[in-house]
């Protein structure tokens, strides 16, 4: 298995997994159908899913398009890859700015961890898009 074609395995599994998730775990009763959540907020995360679903489309495609151009569309599918993750950075850093959370009351809740005597909540989300950029960049420097 060369270099190039892990790069390639490593980014088409962040981008499936990017596009699909989020479908399973944003268009159920935590999310797009939460009778608590104005329906404003459920338009734009049914948005989001679906604008990440066809991103994570074309990012695997671009990947294992047959072309003498691939290096370039492998980087393409990279950056397409790496955005949305990018935003959920600055949307995350930026929250106060807004008013945002990173879980709500009636959702999927934070893993709680002891250290000594202090609980400290991890939310899952921002440890899996930290794990995933990553591991992003260890593929395209792979590459």
Known sequence: MTASFLSRLIVTVIAAGQGIAPLFIDLNRTHATNPLWPGHARFHVVWQTFGLFFTGIV????????????????????????LPMLSFLIAMFCRRAYGGTLHDPNGIQPVRIRIGTAVREVDMNAVLVIFGGVVLVGAVLLF
Not at 62 to 82: C, D, N, V
Request: positive net charge; glycine residues 12%; proline residues 8%.
């Open 59 to 82: 990012g695997v495609a671009l990947i294992w398009w047959p072309s003498p151009g691939s290096r370039g569309l492998f980087y393409l599918a990279a950056l397409l890859t790496a």
